[in-house]
């Protein structure tokens, strides 16, 4: 059963920076894209940025350039190195694994933005 972990949330201020990591239960052979989606109240979950197998990277694009995802596959972790934070970054960041036949999520982290 794949799960992944979620940490590093937390409240920091406009300007500031912070990062996430999510560990990940699953055999490296298995493992597809990983990446990070973040949701609001009201509002539907949407992507922050993924990496695939090949290594080939996608952000949203509210990121520009703010935000690095990195994987380590020895470590089977996914970290996203978030700078340039803004009030509107608020949301609650979920892990994600990407198969063609199904996903899977964390259970989220908080991240708070505020003066």
Not at 9 to 32: A, D, K
Not at 95 to 107: A, L, S
Request: net charge neutral.
């Amino acid at each position: 059963q794949v799960q992944l972990v979620e940490s590093g949330g937390g409240t920091v201020q406009p300007g500031g920076s912070l990062t996430l990591s999510c560990q990940v239960s699953e055999y490296v052979s298995r493992i597809y894209t990983l990446g990070w989606y973040r949701q609001t109240p009201g509002k539907e979950r949407e992507l922050v940025a993924h990496v695939d197998d090949k290594g080939n990277v996608k952000y949203g694009d509210f990121v520009k350039g703010r935000f690095n995802i990195s994987k380590d596959l020895t470590k089977l972790t996914v970290d996203l190195q978030m700078s340039g934070l803004e009030i509107e970054d608020t949301a609650v960041y979920y892990c994600n694994e990407y198969k063609p036949w199904r996903q899977y999520w964390g259970r989220g982290t908080q991240v708070t933005v505020s003066s």
